[in-house]
């Protein structure tokens, strides 16, 4: 991709959030510094970057283990269900090239397949799989990141002690979820990617939120419950053993996680908010619901293989039509609509927006609290 294609991109996304002014100023004041650092600044791309996050931080000196009976559950859940990370069978051999009895994902998932662009040459292919498998898997091990810092976070923000216990027992289980990921594309794969744009931006926002509920808003539900549905979606599809059986174990832990988000926000946006401050949370759901799904646009394998052969706005279209990204619409949002329904942010008013996304017939399956491990492994 050219300098300058890149800077008109970026400012074609900026452009985009600023779309939202016509749907929620609020939500566009929110979401667009985080934007600019992403899209413009290029943030994502350092390898190390600093993020101030204003929140408060509540104390809560009585110790009362009286409220919500769900987290005080989920914590005993919590506990009894750690694994030890070097349990995994690490000395497995993994051909990241190979498309046969062991491949990481069929090639009927590789973005182009089918179409007029897709090479003829199958051990091209294979090199071309190879570097999906890289970006997908790096973009779950940031998306990791992201959730390790902000369930650290949400241990401080939220106001409720049960809560605080569960969200403690998180952060163990996102520093299990780092440290697997990375070991993993590192040393398996040996292609780790940057962090994709759009996941830069959400993380960024919700980091950057004073306010506690965004933080479970943006992360429990949003990033753990598209990850729960992606790694579902690698779980299904995949013969490599190794990445099936650690792909088990923390689709086991992020089930507890979604689950989480929704004993902690239930109430809240359906009983104790404003109906103003509910249609912000709304309407900042769908905007992060759609960068969320735009960061598997595929951006970087275009730059990397085909940036000369087609263009930004056909290899958009080839993307949204193309296999995996349907799998994706289907499995991300079998676990984020449910979930947006359970509490409370799924009202007729922002229907019709999801509707346009080709989503709103996942409304009707089982939120996260009511779903089993194995219903998640079938899925």
């Not at 104390?59 to 070097?86: C, H, I, M, V």
């Amino acid at each position: 991709m050219n300098i300058k294609e890149e800077i008109t991109g970026a400012i074609n996304r900026v452009e985009d959030l600023g779309q939202m002014m016509l749907r929620n100023p609020k939500v566009a004041a929110d979401l667009i510094p985080s934007a600019v650092k992403g899209y413009v600044l290029q943030q994502g791309k350092n390898d190390t970057i600093g993020i101030v996050s204003p929140h408060k931080t509540f104390y809560d000196w009585t110790y009362s283990n009286e409220g919500n009976p769900a987290f005080r559950e989920l914590y005993r859940k919590a506990y009894r269900g750690q694994w030890n990370a070097e349990d995994l069978p690490w000395d497995t051999n993994v051909d990241p090239e190979n498309m046969g009895d062991l491949a990481i994902l069929p090639e009927k998932l590789h973005p182009m397949y089918g179409s007029k662009y897709y090479s003829k040459d199958p051990k091209h292919n294979m090199r071309e799989m190879h570097d999906v498998y890289g970006f997908l898997l790096s973009q779950f091990l940031h998306g990791e990141q992201g959730a390790l810092y902000a369930a650290g976070m949400t241990v401080e923000a939220t106001p409720w002690f049960g809560a605080k216990l569960y969200g403690a027992t998180q952060v163990v289980d996102e520093g299990r979820h780092v440290e697997v990921f990375a070991k993993y594309i590192i040393e398996k794969l040996e292609r780790l990617y940057h962090v994709n744009d759009n996941l830069f931006v959400v993380i960024h926002a919700l980091n950057s939120s004073p306010d506690w509920d965004i933080k479970f808003l943006g992360m429990q539900i949003m990033i753990e419950g598209l990850a729960l549905g992606a790694f579902g979606l690698f779980y299904k599809y995949t013969k490599e053993p190794l990445l099936k059986n650690l792909l088990k174990l923390v689709i086991s832990d992020e089930a507890r996680h979604v689950h989480y988000g929704v004993e902690a926000l239930r109430d809240y946006y359906t009983k104790e908010v404003s109906d103003k401050l509910r249609k912000d949370r709304e309407d900042w759901a769908y905007e992060v619901a759609v960068l969320l799904r735009n960061r598997f646009m595929f951006y970087e394998i275009r730059e990397k293989y085909y940036g000369d052969k087609i263009s930004r706005e056909e290899w958009e279209r080839t993307i949204m039509n193309s296999e995996i990204m349907k799998e994706f619409r289907r499995s991300l949002f079998t676990r984020l609509i449910p979930n947006l329904k359970a509490i409370g942010l799924l009202t007729d008013r922002i229907r019709p927006h999801y509707e346009k996304l080709g989503v709103i017939e996942y409304e009707t399956m089982k939120a996260a609290d009511k779903l089993s491990l194995s219903e998640l492994l079938a899925a």
